[in-house]
């Protein structure tokens, strides 16, 4: 039985570490296209070694040092005060949805599911944030549209429900109220739902450039996805341009593709080195409600 239960875990072993190779392959074929030369990337393709040696890409990227520094700023306060606020709002939310006494808990969940089946759209969702709630050209524009999700709040509330209500009791008994308990108990106790939504905020936050794309218009709020996508399209039209008007320049004069990974590395960086803290509740976090007893 040894033996069978060794060999199983040998082989499982092998499974996972051919599978972590596999989840690497992409990883490395970004860093590799990031520091290859544009003409031989054209001229031979893609390749998980680099194509010569090159930093065309990154001098493209850190050309005006001063804005991706103001970028990257941006993107920071944004990411962090999104998903603290998000994170207390979610679970604000969820925490009133758990409480099985509470009287509005049934018209409350379905409120909260009528996002998730109807969308506004575009125009009308545009109208509010800039016309009624003035909400263009400012900080707001950037945190609060990704601040509250439904998918998270039901995903918190599955968790607060898997916390025995006796200990709220127990400390409503001693005089406690819901704020205390909330903060004091049941947060504590959901530590793996809240670096589950957290890990999901942060990535979100940091990621997005959709919204700056529509609401921010001053150079000092732009983010960091938002100047990388900018630039991006600007080197593309530039070639596109000096192309059709007849100047012996083509897309492979410049480090369009490199420039492309380049970007990747920059903007996916800080989340890569983030990921392994949150990843002792990662896990746990996801098979939420999975099993009961």
Known sequence: MNKISKKARIIITLIMIVICVICLLPIVAIISISVSEQSRLIKEGYSLLPRGFSLDGYAFVFKDMEK???AYRNSIIRTAIGTGLGLLMNSLFAYVLSRPKYRYRTALTIFLTIPMVLNAGLVPTYLV??????MKDSWAALIMPLAVVPWYIILMRTFFNQIPYELSEAARIDGAGE???YWNIVLPLAKPALATVGMFLALS?????????????????ITLQHMLSRMMKDVIELA????????NVSIADLPTEVMRMAMCMVAAGPMLFIFPFFQKYFVKGLTVGGVKG
Not at 240 to 247: E, F, K, P, R
């Open 129 to 134: 944030y800039t016309q009624y709630l003035h």
């Open 179 to 181: 704020w205390r308990i």
């Open 68 to 70: 991706i520094l103001r």
């Open 240 to 247: 596109n341009a000096a192309v059709q008007s007849g100047l």
């Open 205 to 221: 936050y940091w990621n997005d450039w959709w919204y700056p794309m529509l609401y921010i218009e001053t150079p000092e709020l």
